[in-house]
């Protein structure tokens, strides 16, 4: 039998809300599973799933401070958690503030202004000034320098071969639900679903996928299936004929299709892209 004890290298499902602690003692959300409690303090997003979500613990992908709360906790046991800037996103690097020139946004059709998250020679960041041909752009995580504070719980642990090749495709991907799996001995058959056929996001998750899979399972062949079955069409009745020069019905006429650019929406997603936070991210990935 599993202990419902979580230990390192388990892989839980937890619930969280999540705050910065401000200098006033007044709390901000940045993070949560609930949507009630989104809604409530004005941080709702529509495009969000507000579910559990799958963490490693244990592996350094999680908060300092959050990780060491969780090892040796119950699975249903609701933890609070202070947790100090060294044991969070780290203290703030003034040296991770940098001043670039207008022309490098210019370049890449952005318009440089204060609160913009941007993405500049492969770091991610936040515009903090902008003016005379010069943008200030501060490349610290947004919760650096703050103390943090968790309402978290473990809703359940992976105990299963299986629940824990699920829990990966769901951390790195998401809608693991929808992945067919056939275990056996050390190796893996995955089923891709449709919408993996041609999703770009997919492509790059899948040696994500395949990284985690060799680091947290006993697995040591992993194979993607993709199927493609060829429909066969049935011959539709032929309709009759209309006689030769009868007059269309007065005032009919067959509306037209409405062209669109519009992409057929895709399927519903899982916490990452969310986000994984600040408000979008998971905790591993702050």
């Not at 969070?88 to 022309?103: F, H, K, Y």
């Not at 209309?242 to 299709?257: C, H, L, N, Q, S």
């Not at 892209?273 to 591993?284: D, G, I, N, R, V």
Request: aromatic share 6%.
């Amino acid at each position: 039998m599993v202990s419902d004890t979580i230990e390192k290298g388990d892989i839980v499902w937890i619930e969280y809300d999540a705050w910065t602690v401000n200098p006033n003692g007044t709390l901000t959300l940045f993070d949560t599973t609930h949507d009630e409690v989104a809604k409530k303090e004005g941080k709702f997003d529509e495009k969000k799933v507000y579910i559990e979500v799958p963490v490693v613990v244990g592996r350094g992908r999680l908060f300092e401070g959050l990780e060491a709360s969780l090892v040796g906790a119950k699975v249903g046991e609701t933890i609070e958690v202070l947790i100090p800037p060294e044991k969070g996103a780290g203290v703030r690097d003034p040296r991770l503030v940098e001043l670039r020139t207008e022309r490098e946004f210019l370049r890449q059709e952005i318009s440089p202004e204060v609160g913009l998250e941007v993405s500049i020679s492969g770091k991610h960041g936040v515009v903090t000034a902008a003016s005379a041909g010069r943008v200030r752009v501060d490349f610290n995580n947004p919760l650096a320098g703050k103390t943090l504070k968790y309402v978290v719980k473990a809703k359940r642990k992976a105990k299963t071969p299986e629940e824990r090749v699920r829990a990966v495709i769901d951390m790195d991907y998401g809608l693991a639900d929808q992945f067919k799996l056939d275990l056996k001995g050390g190796s893996a058959e995955i089923h891709l679903p449709d919408v993996c056929k041609t999703d770009e996001k997919w492509f790059v998750s899948k040696f994500r996928v395949v990284a985690d899979l060799r680091e947290l399972s006993d697995l040591k062949t992993i194979r993607f299936i993709e199927e493609y079955e060829k429909k066969e069409t049935k011959a539709e009745p032929k309709a009759e004929a209309k006689e030769a020069g009868a007059p269309a019905e007065a005032g009919t006429k067959k509306p037209r299709k409405r062209a669109t650019a519009t992409k057929a929406k895709p399927a519903a997603k899982t916490r990452a892209e969310e986000e994984l936070p600040a408000s979008e991210k998971s905790p591993e990935e702050l």
